[in-house]
C-alpha cells in the first residue's frame, strides 16, 4: 500500500519568506514517481515537479527547490522569497512506474500574506 | 500546450438523477483517468482507462460509476443516481504511452448534488 504524509495542514508566512513544505511516503516499490501539484483558488491542478525514485538530485527552478532524500522518505518543497501569489493548496503525490494512479497527500495550505 | 478539456465546469444536478461528466483528452495521450476532491479534502483516485477498458479502479468506483470513450476524443463518466455525498470537483487527466511523466489535469468539473 502506498501513502503519502504532508503533516503541515495550514502554513502562513509573510511574503518574501522562504517556507518549506513536507512531505512523507511510504512504499513499497522500489521504483516510483514523486510529485508536487499546486492547486489556487480557481480550482484547477498545477503540476509543478516529477522526480524517479533513481534521481536524488534535488532541483531548483526558479524560487522553488525540491530536496530529495530517500533514505528518509521524504520529497519537500521550499519556496524562496514567497510570494502573494503562491498561497494556494499544494499537494505531495506519488506513482508507482508500472500503475497508473497516483496517491495524493492531504495537501498543505499556504497562505503568503503581503 | 496541450490542453484536457473537461466541461461543463459546474453542474448541480437533483439527488437520484445521473449524470454525465465530460472530458477531451489530449490527443495523443492513450491512458485517462477519473480522479475526485470532494471539498477540502484530498485528490483521491476513482480509475484508469487504457485501450477501451477499465485498468484499475479505486474501491470508491462502485456500480454507481461508469466510464466510456465512445467515439475516440470524448472521455465521460457517468454517474447513476446522484447522492449528496457525491458533490465533489471531478478532474479528467490523461497522460503519454509512458505514462511515467505527470498527468496533465483538466480544470475539473465542480458537481453538486441538492
Known amino acids: 500500500a502506498q501513502k503519502v504524509t504532508q503533516a503541515q495542514t495550514e502554513i502562513s508566512v509573510v511574503e518574501k519568506e522562504d517556507v518549506t513544505l513536507d512531505c512523507v511516503y511510504e512504499t513499497r516499490d522500489t521504483t516510483y514517481y514523486l510529485f508536487w501539484y499546486k492547486q489556487p483558488p480557481s480550482g484547477e491542478l498545477v503540476f509543478l515537479i516529477r522526480r524517479n525514485s533513481f534521481d536524488e538530485q534535488n532541483e531548483i527552478s526558479g524560487r522553488y527547490s525540491w530536496n530529495f532524500q530517500k533514505s528518509t522518505s521524504s520529497f519537500n518543497f521550499t519556496i524562496t522569497a514567497s510570494q502573494v501569489v503562491d498561497s494556494a493548496v499544494y499537494f505531495c503525490a506519488l506513482k508507482n512506474t508500472n500503475a497508473g494512479k497516483s496517491t495524493f497527500g492531504d495537501g498543505t495550505t499556504l497562505t503568503v500574506k503581503p | 500546450e496541450p490542453e484536457v478539456t473537461q466541461t461543463p465546469s459546474h453542474q448541480v444536478t437533483q439527488m437520484g438523477q445521473e449524470v454525465i461528466l465530460r472530458c477531451v483528452p489530449i490527443?495523443?495521450?492513450?491512458?485517462f483517468y477519473w480522479y475526485r476532491q470532494i471539498l477540502g479534502q484530498k485528490v483521491e483516485f476513482l480509475v484508469s482507462f487504457y485501450n477501451n477498458e477499465i485498468s484499475e479502479k479505486s474501491e470508491i468506483f462502485d456500480d454507481q460509476f461508469s466510464v466510456e470513450r465512445p467515439d475516440g476524443s470524448n472521455f465521460t463518466l457517468k454517474i447513476r443516481s446522484t447522492k449528496l455525498e457525491d458533490s465533489a470537483m471531478y478532474f479528467c487527466?490523461?497522460?503519454?504511452?509512458?505514462?511515467?511523466?505527470?498527468?496533465?489535469f483538466g480544470s475539473g468539473t465542480r458537481l453538486t448534488v441538492v
Open positions: 487527466a490523461s497522460s503519454d504511452r509512458g505514462r511515467i511523466m505527470g498527468y496533465t
Open positions: 490527443s495523443n495521450h492513450l491512458y
